[in-house]
């Protein structure tokens, strides 16, 4: 055996982590090697030690003080463990299978030097290819969450590059197909993303489909920012390099595919294990780098249930920082990060953590407008703490957000309504020329802070218009006037107003969130100031009022159907359709109202036959 592995030729040792370590780092034994000279030598031999030495110094001399500090901040938290760890991650049968495919590819590439002439760049273009998982499907791994993205981080070939030679040794020898049984849609195109810094692309990515896994391939990188962007200067640099430029070490860990290991640059184990978001880098260089890393950071603390180091936390609030957020960063990235939170595990601490870093009114705001108010927030917490208790533990059958939040898209939009609660309190801005009401503020504050889709801004309109007429009907329903007790039973006088609410411009159908607004801004109107009531309080007269709706059958009063349309109502009346038909088709929908079990139009036509005069049908 021996015999036979001395035959190999080295370049098959090449890819080997210790090769890889020895030929950095020297031999691992603590006593010299001895080169069997005559002890005449020793000065010599002395002088290469010290030479070797005054290499090391001068190596440690150039090392960039970016990476000293860092080195110095994970030590700080890395008593017990290295870079090179002996964690290892458990495999499912895909993954083992795409991690062998991946190797030996690399092997391909290593044994075929001159082939790969020219593939190979950057620092690394000496070593042999080596392969590493990199991000999050390393971090969800170790939290015991599958995932089917993974990105492969290449010390040596751009993705692209590697892909393709993929794809070559693929093809090159039927037995490869064999070894890995890959079939013939385990393997598919290649699509090359392009680098994209609006979008937070840095770097072209080459991505591939395989075995069913979303697979992106993409060197390692350096990146280098300037004061005044957040686009950095991208070039080939080292798995350390490329670990320091993520945004928390929960982020920044590796899994060699050679070694079957965990790397750990940042103090990213460390800070998985006391659930900690923290950044590889001084924060405040962090975040004045890419401002966007600031939300980044909300979201993860928030999906994951972490939360973030106080260090950090400090520095995220800064004035700096906010301001560079403005500056540097566009409002669909905003919106991106945004919608992920509000739509994650836990949008409640995503505000939260909004409202305690003073990010308000960097978020929420027209950016364009030097004069755009800034509304208070004193009572905002109670408004998304209230939805927040409402989707969870008050969220029973038949309880205000059962009712009232039907699908995941509602719930989003239920969020985001929540977040603009503050702007109620404001008047509108004056009517435009022609007396158009103007976009309310909490509009603009979503359409122009971070570029909120129409579908989300009509609803958000539209709550903010209907809120008077949907607290008047409540009052009608839970506290009436004098006099006014009967018309709470009044099914037409509820079905149309519903109706009206839903059908308004840009109203989108979703008036059940109308008034999940108008429940949100009352709990921090009715329960600050001065003969403040409790949130439970304000809440029952709301249950009262949607239980009463629910009774009346109404809930789907918007979605009726006429049960005559206007062609079959002038033939009936025997007269020319006209502008008449509009509103005595509201007639007939508010006669159907009334009479919800009847079936046969002729009393709805009669309804309109006695308001012909009213109506104007000639």
């Avoid at 950095?24 to 070797?52: I, R, V, Y």
């Avoid at 495999?91 to 062998?100: F, I, P």
Wanted: charged share 30%.
């Amino acid at each position: 055996m021996l015999t036979r592995l001395c035959r190999l030729p080295l370049r098959r040792f090449h890819h080997c982590p210790i090769f890889l370590m020895k030929r950095k780092f020297g031999d691992f034994s603590s006593t010299p090697p001895s080169d069997n000279k005559p002890e005449q030598q020793a000065p010599a031999h002395l002088e290469a030690q010290a030479s070797d030495s005054a290499k090391r110094q001068a190596i440690r001399a150039t090392t960039p003080p970016v990476i000293v500090a860092a080195r110095t901040r994970r030590q700080a938290v890395m008593t017990d463990s290295a870079v090179f760890t002996d964690q290892s991650i458990p495999l499912n049968a895909v993954e083992a299978q795409l991690k062998g495919l991946l190797i030996d590819v690399a092997e391909y590439i290593n044994e075929s030097q001159e082939a790969a002439e020219g593939e190979k760049e950057g620092k690394n273009v000496n070593e042999p290819v080596i392969l590493r998982w990199a991000g999050g499907w390393v971090r969800d791994k170790l939290l015991g969450a599958e995932s089917n993205d993974i990105d492969v981080a290449i010390n040596n070939m751009t993705g692209e590059a590697f892909a393709l030679r993929l794809r070559d040794y693929c093809d090159a020898d039927p037995s490869h197909r064999e070894r890995h049984s890959i079939g013939p849609a385990d393997v598919g195109n290649l699509h090359k993303i392009a680098r994209n810094p609006d979008k937070s692309k840095h770097l072209e990515t080459t991505t591939i489909k395989l075995f069913g896994l979303d697979v992106d391939l993409v060197n390692l990188r350096k990146e280098t920012y300037t004061e005044d962007s957040r686009h950095p200067q991208v070039e080939f640099g080292t798995a350390e390099e490329d670990a320091l430029r993520r945004d928390a070490t929960v982020n920044a860990l590796f899994y060699n595919l050679h070694t079957g290991k965990v790397e750990d640059f940042t103090g990213g184990m460390k800070d998985m294990k006391r659930k900690l978001i923290r950044t590889p880098l001084e924060p405040l260089q962090t975040f004045m780098d890419d401002p966007l890393r600031v939300l980044r950071l909300i979201r993860f603390a928030c999906r994951l249930g972490f939360t973030i180091d106080e260090e950090t936390k400090a520095v995220m609030g800064d004035e700096r920082v906010l301001e560079a957020l403005k500056l540097k960063i566009s409002r669909e990235r905003i919106g991106v990060e945004l919608e992920k939170m509000l739509k994650g595990p836990d949008p409640f601490s995503s505000l939260t953590y909004i409202n305690d870093l003073s990010l308000y009114y960097t978020l929420f705001t027209d950016s364009s407008r030097s004069d755009f108010p800034r509304p208070p927030l004193t009572s905002w917490p109670i408004a998304y703490q209230t939805l927040h208790s409402l989707s969870t533990t008050l969220a029973t059958p038949g309880s205000i957000y059962s009712i009232l939040v039907t699908s995941p898209e509602s719930a989003y939009f239920a969020w985001n309504l929540a977040a603009l609660v503050p702007f109620a309190s404001l008047p509108d801005d004056p009517p435009l020329k022609g007396g158009k009401p103007a976009t309310p503020l909490a509009t603009q504050a979503a359409r122009e802070g971070y570029r909120a889709p129409n579908k989300l801004t009509d609803v958000i309109t539209a709550s903010h218009r209907n809120r008077t007429a949907i607290l008047a009907m409540r009052d009608l329903v839970v506290r009436p006037a004098a006099g006014d007790e009967g018309k709470k039973m009044e099914r037409d006088r509820l079905g149309m107003a519903i109706r009206e609410w839903d059908s308004r411009p840009g109203a989108g159908a979703n008036w059940r969130l109308h008034v999940l607004y108008a429940v949100l801004v009352e709990v921090g109107e009715r329960t600050t100031g001065e003969g403040k009531e409790t949130v439970e309080d304000v809440l029952k007269e709301w249950q009262a009022f949607l239980d009463h709706l629910v009774e009346m059958d109404l809930m789907d009063a918007p979605s009726v159907k006429r049960i005559i349309d206007g062609k079959q109502l002038a033939k009936a009346l025997g007269v020319k359709p006209g502008k008449w038909m509009g509103q005595a088709l509201e007639v007939v929908m508010a006669w159907q109202l009334r009479n919800p079990t009847v079936n046969d139009p002729e009393g709805a036509v009669e309804e309109v036959r006695k308001r012909k005069e009213e109506l104007g049908i000639e």
